[in-house]
Every structure is written in structure tokens, then in C-alpha cells.
């Protein structure tokens, strides 16, 4: 397994983000777990045991026991510093899911498995902790993300520089978030993306923000050298040129891919097998049929 992401830095900068408690930087967050309580609602189930994934303020998990489909919920964190007042947290790294084989109903993880370097396992833990007709409901960040900083920081370093390192983490896309859920044994899979456009004063609005939100670069292979003052400054100046507004106010792209996808149970729908249609294709298209020659 390639270790891309630095687990340790990220629960660091978690922690900080934490302890500055910027409610407005966790925006994302709350539209993440507002989607997911919506498809919660839609869904005609009620799931007795459910668990959230490092939702770091806990939105998701209260948005979701408000739909009424929850009877008790627990939540799974790095540290007990992210507990509400009396709040009973489970401890566990971000890739380790300490649950016992089918004991959950519900798993809802909101924008953290884009940064885990084992996604594929990850996926695996939550269907093994799924009991039969058990729902995975997850938020992830995709292709598209943070397009225009990654534009910029590139020109910026490769203009300054003559040479470039990675600023910007990777994102999966649809198509590979869909695989990963078939590989891991999911039925009756649902991905679809949604794309958010936010607007900042300039490239500093941006970068603080993101620093709120824990999500500043975690790279293994991030380059250790300190940045200087004279590249954010050019840096802020190509962003405006290249992605500015009529108003002077630079735009930032957020791509949330969602995800849903059930454990097999005998009572789920299943595909009709070859050859057992009731009707013919060409009687419904009102077509005369023409038979291929042998």
C-alpha cells in the first residue's frame, strides 16, 4: 500500500482546526451533512445501530438523528476532544474502524475518506460492520476540488522556481468511488456529484479558510521548504488574473461526490436473468422485429 497522506499531520491540523473553533470555515461540512441527512430521510428504513465517521463537529450525526430513521448513534473520532458535553466518543485512527463484524445498521462518514491511504480497506471495514440490509452513506470529496488553487500554485512554483512539488492533494472521481464500493461487496450502488462554487476576497480569504478546516496540504511527499511571502503574493495575483469575477472576488470549486450503497439481503431487488422479459423490446417501441441471419 502506498502511503500518501500523512495520518499523523492530519490529526494535528484536525486538532487545531478544532481548538480555533471557526464555525463559519466548516461550511462545507454542514452542506455535506445536510445532503446526507436528506437521502437519509428519503429512505424508507429505520436503522436501530448507526455510526458516524470523524465528522469531526458531530453535523452530520445530528442532522441525521432528526430525520427520525435512527434509533441510537455513536460516533467514531481520533480523540475524545471532539466529544459534546457528555458525549460517549469511540477513539480510533482515521483507517481503523473498531467495530465487531454485522453490529451497525447505518454507517455515515462525511468528507473524510478522501484522505485515508487505504481507501479500498476502509470501504471493506465499514460493509463487514454493516449487518445484512445495512445502508453506507458517505461524503467525499472528488475531482474537481480546489481545480483553480492547484492551477495556480503550479504556474506560480514552476514561474519562481523552474520545478514544481505537489500542493494540492489528489481527488478521486465518480467512477473510481463507484468501483471501490462494487469492490467492496456493496449492492444497489448510488454515486453522484455535486459541484459548489465559493467566493473569497482573494487567495489569503482562501488559504485561511482552508487552514480552518484542517485541510491544508498532507502530502507524505509534500516539499518541506518553507514558502515565502513573494510567492503568495504572486501566487494571489495570477489567481486573480486567471479566476476573478467581474467584482474582484476569486471563485474556489468544491466537488462533493455522494454515495450510498447497501449490504446484500435476499429481500433486495435483484436484475431479471437473460431471456426472462415478459414482453418483447420491439412490441414496446411499436418496431417491426428483424431477426439476424446465422
Not at 502511503?3 to 464555525?23: M, T
Not at 511527499?221 to 495570477?238: G, I, Y
Not at 468544491?254 to 439481503?265: C, K, L, N, R
Request: charged letters at 25%; proline letters at 5%; a neutral charge.
Amino acid at each position: 500500500m502506498e502511503i500518501v497522506f500523512d495520518q499523523s499531520l492530519l490529526a494535528a491540523r484536525k486538532r487545531r482546526a478544532l481548538r480555533q473553533g471557526d464555525h463559519k470555515a466548516a461550511f462545507l461540512l454542514d452542506i455535506a451533512a445536510g445532503e446526507l441527512a436528506e437521502r437519509l430521510g428519503v429512505t424508507e428504513r429505520h436503522f436501530d445501530e448507526a455510526i458516524e465517521l470523524h465528522g469531526a463537529t458531530g453535523v452530520a450525526a445530528r442532522l441525521a438523528l432528526a430525520t427520525g430513521k435512527i434509533g441510537h448513534l455513536k460516533r467514531i473520532e481520533n480523540e475524545r476532544g471532539f466529544a459534546a458535553a457528555g458525549e460517549i466518543l469511540i477513539e480510533a485512527p482515521l483507517e481503523e474502524l473498531p467495530l465487531e463484524p454485522e453490529s451497525v445498521n447505518l454507517v455515515l462518514s462525511p468528507l473524510s475518506l478522501h484522505v485515508t491511504n487505504d481507501t479500498p480497506g476502509v470501504f471493506i471495514q465499514v460493509r463487514r460492520a454493516l449487518k445484512a440490509d445495512g445502508l453506507f452513506l458517505a461524503a467525499i470529496p472528488g475531482s474537481g476540488t480546489l481545480q483553480e488553487l492547484r492551477d495556480v500554485l503550479l504556474a506560480t512554483e514552476i514561474e519562481l522556481t523552474g520545478g514544481a512539488s505537489p500542493r494540492v492533494i489528489p481527488f478521486a472521481d465518480v467512477r473510481d468511488v463507484g468501483g471501490l464500493l462494487q469492490r467492496a461487496g456493496f449492492t444497489l450502488p448510488v454515486i453522484d456529484a455535486e459541484t459548489y462554487t465559493v467566493r473569497y476576497d482573494n487567495l489569503f480569504a482562501l488559504m485561511r479558510d482552508l487552514r480552518a478546516m484542517g485541510m491544508t496540504n498532507p502530502l507524505v511527499d509534500r516539499s518541506r521548504k518553507p514558502l515565502t511571502r513573494a510567492f503568495f503574493l504572486r501566487a494571489a495575483e495570477l489567481y486573480a488574473e486567471r479566476y476573478a469575477d467581474p467584482d474582484g472576488r476569486i471563485r474556489a470549486t468544491f466537488s462533493i461526490i455522494y454515495v450510498s450503497g447497501w449490504t446484500p439481503h435476499e429481500s433486495q431487488q435483484k436484475p431479471l436473468q437473460p431471456g426472462s422479459a415478459k414482453a418483447r423490446l420491439a412490441d414496446a417501441l411499436k418496431v417491426e422485429e428483424h431477426k439476424l441471419k446465422q
